[in-house]
């Protein structure tokens, strides 16, 4: 996946996706409505620049918070989306950001020309580590 495509190339699986998927949890027959658990990514609120040292875990209502790629702005209009729909609907709504996850479904192993392992091979080599790690 490229991540640096506009928004507008992820507005079909990303927000039309969502969309849907909050259509199937409105429909359902249950006495409670299905949670909708989001994967979104940490990308959709790295740009935050507020007091605190860590990101708060909340929504936030700006969207210059979110990298300025088109899949992490993405990821912010779809939590958007679903937090609307939550309050609107009474739809349960967990949205996860999450960071960069790895590994094969087939062997387990994570993609060598990742950062991380790019990060990991070069301080095996150069036998030194960044003091500090980066942690964004």
């Not at 939590?79 to 967990?94: I, R």
Request: net charge neutral.
């Amino acid at each position: 996946m490229n991540f640096n495509h506009p928004l507008d190339r992820f507005l079909e699986t990303q927000i039309v996706g969502i969309q849907n998927l909050i259509k199937v949890s409105l429909s359902s027959y249950r006495t409670r409505r299905p949670r909708i658990l989001f994967l979104s990514s940490v990308t959709a609120v790295s740009n935050y620049a507020g007091p605190e040292d860590a990101i708060p875990e909340i929504l936030f209502d700006d969207p210059s918070v979110s990298l300025n790629q088109g899949y992490a702005q993405a990821k912010y209009l779809a939590e958007m989306v679903l937090a609307k729909a939550s309050q609107e609907a009474d739809l349960p709504v967990t949205i996860v950001r999450a960071g960069q996850l790895s590994g094969s479904t087939s062997s387990g192993t994570w993609n060598l020309n990742e950062h991380i392992p790019v990060l990991l091979q070069s301080c095996l080599i150069l036998k030194k580590i960044p003091s500090p790690l980066p942690v964004r």
